[in-house]
């Protein structure tokens, strides 16, 4: 039987990929495609703060199966323009037509009336590179940065100062004070608080890992998410801020290393994050141990 592709059903499709992205993990024991945490933020955060109804997202998203398998999902994250390609390994040759499929759903227009398109390729995959250049896409100094950090080695204690808690959420605080947090972290308005819920209800979600320092005054001044993936032992980061007037005191540092210590209990062996072109950010990962896995590139292709 062939690969045969249609549209995803939100159920039971969701869960099916985010299988498939555990299991593709534990075939090439790197990132290749997103790790589960992104598939759960996207659907349950940031499709619902964009739309209040993730269904707008679901409707934009196909699937490729094989035998009743599922080998190949493309999506957009944020917003049509851009196209993420998760794949089976041995599938790679299905790239050119998933490629396509995006090309022609998700491409937006632009000022001048054509269309473009935004793909995203890790620095160390040479034939997406490869499909991407014969597909007239070119590669745009835009990059991520995906830092890699052993969890089998020893860590600092959590150190902040004095006055200064670090501890995970609890179900009786003040959702509202963690929503403010994460808001400053990232921009000048708080989470909304069923945006917040809704992050709550992910799969992959775990009070105990929700992890936020506490100010003197009560407030939330530096928050964090970890992820644990227990098939391969791997936890995750996403997001990770600090409230602008308690940056420069070392509250990152703490928040990262508390991330270690409850992963480590839970059994990972190895930590992830991922930071934009900020220096500051890679500043702070780079100064717990994480070193940089490898750099994502986005590529362009203005479409006639």
């Keep these: 039987m062939g690969v045969t592709s249609r549209k995803y059903q939100a159920d039971p499709d969701f869960q099916r990929v985010r299988d498939f ?15 589960f945490d992104r598939w759960d933020y996207c659907r349950y955060f940031v499709a619902t703060m964009r739309d209040r109804d993730p269904q707008r997202w679901e409707n934009d998203i196909r699937v490729w199966e094989s035998d009743g398998e599922i080998v190949g999902v493309t999506s957009y994250e944020e917003a049509r323009g851009k196209a993420y390609l998760q794949i ?20 937006v227009e632009t000022h001048d009336g054509k269309r473009r398109l ?9 034939l997406r590179h ?9 590669r745009t100094e835009h990059l991520e940065h995906r830092y890699r ?22 179900e009786d605080d003040d959702l509202g004070a963690r929503c403010l947090a994460l808001g400053r972290a990232f921009r000048d308005t708080p989470v909304d608080l069923d945006v917040y819920r809704s992050l ?13 320092i506490e100010a003197p005054d009560g407030s939330f001044a530096a928050v964090a998410i970890a992820w ?3 098939v391969n032992r791997i936890g995750m980061f996403e997001p990770v801020g600090t409230v602008p007037e308690h940056q420069k005191k070392g509250l990152g540092q703490a928040l990262m290393h508390e991330g270690f210590r409850r992963l480590q209990e839970l059994g990972a062996t190895t930590a992830y994050v991922g930071a934009g072109p900020q220096p500051e950010a ?5 100064s717990v141990g994480f070193d940089e896995d490898f750099t994502d590139h986005a590529w362009t292709r203005v479409l006639n």
């Design 282 to 286: 890679s500043a702070l990962y780079r």
């Design 118 to 126: 935004i793909v995203r390729a890790y620095d160390y995959d040479t």
């Design 21 to 35: 992205l555990i299991e593709t993990y534990g075939i090439t024991q790197r990132p290749f495609n997103w790790f």
């Design 200 to 212: 709550q209800s992910a799969p992959g979600y775990r009070l105990d890992l929700d992890i936020v």
């Design 228 to 230: 644990y993936d227990d």
């Design 130 to 138: 490869e499909m991407l250049e014969q597909r007239g896409y070119r």
């Design 149 to 170: 950090r052993s969890l089998e080695t020893s860590f600092p204690e959590p150190a902040v100062p004095d006055g200064y808690v670090v501890r995970p959420l609890r």
């Design 88 to 107: 089976q390994p041995a599938q790679r040759s299905l790239e050119d037509e998933m490629m396509a499929w995006a090309e022609e759903n998700l491409a």
